[in-house]
């Protein structure tokens, strides 16, 4: 008994010396409480988008690098970096008295057999002549069998002496031919439309072309460009063709680009261990506004929806038997639940189907009012993020 008194005491002292902490921390709690502000937002209707995410970088879809087929020194440069040229036009000229010169010897040797060729024509008529004559001689028996034999002879060796003379000819004639090309060679055309992006040469500078075609030049048509971006491996299976795709540049990233993608490619590129499929994109560039060498961030557009009913995905709570919302409750600083039925979600937005309607009130956080800090997400996200819209460019 006295073992039970005792231990009855201690208990009443504890509580008579606990109660006052006990209420004054209720009394804290309770104060706390009362000054939690909620964040809140509203049931908007909007688009939303499930992305895969990429890096790439702009190229044009057609290009030339104008090289030279003849060697000597560049004479004169018709066009600069950025002129815009078309087909045809002429871009440069190399010193071309070499080449002239071998076309004015081709020419004389051509002459010449010309000429040789027309004697042996003169002397094959007068061959036949003789042999006609000896014919009608050697019937009438003033001629001999051997002198008209001769004659016959006579004709078979010039007809010969002729077809070689024209086969000397017509070598002639092929030689001036590959001058007269070789002399084209030192004035430089344009193979095609488009803007010069590079320059590599100088005016007095002398070309080598005798082991391979140095380039003078790129040729490149900005009308059209490719997008090369990079997608990691685990990724590239959400990838299709003719999938939508969503870009902007490295200076403007809020002005977005619209394209599809136009195929895989199939060997990967491995930079340390990290293994990136190359993915390319037509894009239209009429206006101009894309370059060679731009850095992109690219969006690929998996799945969207237009002008459904969108609330920030901090509001979502995923329980077992199914998503809720949070929404004010009926007491102030207060907040309740209502199930909702979703469909796409992102990192920042959901889709709401059914439990929710335009312009009813979600909870997406709550602010400190008394320490005056920043929002914190109901469900860990930050509820003012947002997913990059941008302003729409159609390509």
């Known amino acids: 008994m006295a073992i039970f008194r005792f231990t009855m ?16 921390w209720w009394l804290y709690h309770d104060s706390q409480s009362a000054s939690v502000t909620w964040l809140t937002d509203t049931v908007k209707t909007g688009s939303i988008e499930i992305t895969v995410p990429a890096t790439g970088t702009l190229e044009p879809s057609n290009y030339v690098d104008v090289g030279a087929q003849v060697s000597g020194q560049i004479k004169t440069l018709h066009v600069s970096e950025g002129d815009v040229v078309k087909k045809g036009q002429l871009l440069a000229e190399i010193d ?14 051509l002459l010449s057999q010309k000429a040789q060729r027309d004697q042996l024509v003169a002397q094959l008529e007068l061959a036949e002549s003789q042999l006609e004559r000896d014919r009608r001689l050697n019937a009438r028996g003033a001629v001999s069998n051997d002198s008209l034999k001769q004659s016959e002879t006579d004709i078979v060796v010039q007809s010969a002496k002729l077809a070689a003379t024209e ?7 092929a030689a001036l031919e590959q001058d007269l090309i070789t002399l084209s060679y030192s004035q430089i055309y344009a193979p095609m439309d488009g803007t010069i992006t590079s320059v590599e040469v ?5 070309l080598n072309a005798s082991q391979s075609a140095p380039t003078l030049m790129t040729i490149s048509d900005l009308s059209h460009m490719t997008l090369r971006a990079n997608v990691s491996e685990a990724d590239i299976q959400r990838l299709s063709p003719d999938m939508p795709v969503r870009f902007s540049t490295l200076g403007n990233p809020n002005d977005f680009f619209y394209s599809s993608l136009e195929k895989v490619l199939p060997t990967p590129l491995v930079n340390n261990d990290v293994v990136l499929y190359q993915v390319l994109i037509n894009v239209d560039n ?10 992109t961030q690219v969006f690929f557009i998996e799945a969207q929806a237009k002008d459904v009913l ?3 995905l901090a509001a979502i709570s995923e329980r077992p038997r199914g998503p809720v919302a949070y929404i004010p409750g009926q007491k102030s600083a207060s907040r309740a639940t209502t199930p909702v039925k979703i469909g796409l979600k992102n990192r920042t937005q959901v889709e709401i189907i ?30 003012s993020s947002r997913a990059p819209m941008g302003g729409r460019r159609g390509l």
């Open 9 to 24: 005491k201690c208990v009443l002292w504890s509580i008579a010396l606990g109660s006052p902490i006990f209420a004054g």
């Open 96 to 109: 071309a008295t070499v080449f002239e010169t071998e076309v004015k010897r081709s020419r004389a040797s």
């Open 167 to 173: 086969a000397e000819l017509q070598v002639d004639e």
């Open 202 to 206: 100088r005016v007095g500078q002398t």
């Open 286 to 295: 009429q206006a101009g506004h894309l370059m060679d060498g731009m850095s």
């Open 310 to 312: 969108i609330i920030p």
């Open 354 to 383: 059914s439990g929710l309607s335009l312009k009813d009130i979600v909870i997406v956080g709550r602010e400190n009012g008394a320490s005056g800090e920043k929002s914190i997400s109901l469900t860990g996200g930050s509820s």
